[in-house]
């Protein structure tokens, strides 16, 4: 055929439509079984977790408030958890562990701390898995029960001398929550309920379970009859103010140096780790008596002698300007007149001023 295809040319063109067809018929049944897959169930997730977010969403709003002793499966993944995190929370669950503060659940393998600081606001810890340790045959300690994994009934107990294994058994810490909690207190001390909340592992539920259980070392005099003068007292003579530890009394120490000494007692509301909730008791404890306070020449100081709590960099600049204009002044008053304070801040500054007026005649 001069025209037309032979009969080679022929065999290969229905060759190659074959293949074609051939393969278009593959690509067909695989789309089909891949739209058939069954999906994994959740009681295997642990085995068939997809590569997956491993944070949640700080706006998730399908969050709401869950405990996760008893939590589903389903609920978490409803909740917008990822598998991965809901299986870790559920595979620490299944080895016989409980959650009995919040911050059990970031103990979980699987939970990043970013995750587990969305999750916190939403935890809640049912009763039945709170402080709630088994009766003990007669109430007391007993060190045989402390070191097996039965829960004993707490007594009350000195918080000073405490052990992290007495703290696992009645039910208050895991182990590690037990261990940082007795380095925290050997560090920083514990002489109140206000220290004892300050620890970072103590839940405000499990603070107020061992509240009634807590007995504080005693102290050997009455701060009603030996005050502590705060003028003169070192840190080993502040912490024994009760509210006041060491971190605090380091704190009054550096701000009493920068103030140039107390004038009042009243001022030790100004020290920063002085609390609300401990303020009126260490008022108490504490005195002021008469000492040389260091004071600032306001007409001579450099800007960096002025440095003081009371004057601000935008006050230094102030006075710095104000004083090459007019010279200096002589009185607080003067100070309040030309703008450069006002009336409560010159109160305050008063104790802390002098106006250098006897050194300029001299001069």
């Known amino acids: 055929m001069a025209n037309g295809f ?19 018929l593959l690509w067909l049944t695989a789309k089909g079984r891949r739209a058939d897959a069954p999906i994994a169930s959740p009681q295997h997730a642990d085995t068939v977790i997809a590569e997956e977010r491993d944070t949640i969403p700080a706006t998730a709003p399908q969050l709401h408030p869950f405990d996760p002793n008893t939590v589903s499966y389903e ?22 562990k409980l959650f009995r503060i919040r911050e059990d659940v970031a103990l979980c393998y699987g939970i990043t701390d970013s ?34 994994t039965t829960y004993i009934t707490p ?14 058994a009645i039910g208050a810490f895991t182990k590690r929550q037990a261990e940082a909690f007795i380095r925290w207190r050997d560090r920083s001390g514990m002489r109140d309920m206000e220290e004892v909340r300050a620890c970072y592992v103590v839940d405000d539920s499990v603070a107020t379970a061992l509240e009634p259980f807590i007995i ?73 008596k008469d000492v040389e306070i260091q004071k600032i020449d306001i007409n001579f100081a450099t800007p960096s ?11 230094v600049r102030k006075i710095v300007k104000q004083r090459q204009l007019k010279g200096g002044w002589t009185c607080t008053q003067e100070l309040v007149e030309t703008n450069i304070l006002t009336k409560e801040e010159a109160e305050r500054l008063n104790p802390y001023l002098v106006f250098g007026v006897q050194r300029a005649e001299s001069e």
């Open 6 to 24: 032979t009969k080679r040319e022929m065999g290969q063109a229905i060759l190659l439509m074959a293949m074609a067809l051939l393969i278009a």
């Open 75 to 96: 609920e978490l993944i409803a909740m917008g958890i990822s598998r991965r995190e809901a299986v870790s929370l559920l595979k620490f669950r299944a080895t016989g």
């Open 115 to 148: 995750a587990y600081q969305v999750l916190k606001p939403y935890i809640k810890i049912g009763e039945a898995y709170r402080i709630q340790p088994h009766a003990h045959r007669d109430g007391q300690y007993d060190r045989k029960a402390e070191e097996s």
């Open 155 to 168: 007594t009350p107990f000195r918080i000073d001398t405490v052990s992290a294994r007495y703290l696992r």
């Open 216 to 288: 504080f070392p005693e102290r050997d005099l009455s701060p009603f009859e030996a005050p502590v003068d705060i003028n003169t007292a070192d840190s080993s003579r502040l912490v024994e103010v009760v509210g006041i530890g060491p971190k605090t009394a380091h704190a009054i120490i550096r701000y009493r140096e920068r103030l140039g000494g107390f004038v009042r007692v009243e001022q030790l509301a100004e020290v920063r780790g002085v609390l609300e909730g401990n303020y009126e008791k260490i008022l108490q404890q504490i005195c002021c």
């Open 305 to 315: 002698e002025l440095d003081h709590p009371y004057i601000g960099p935008k006050l």
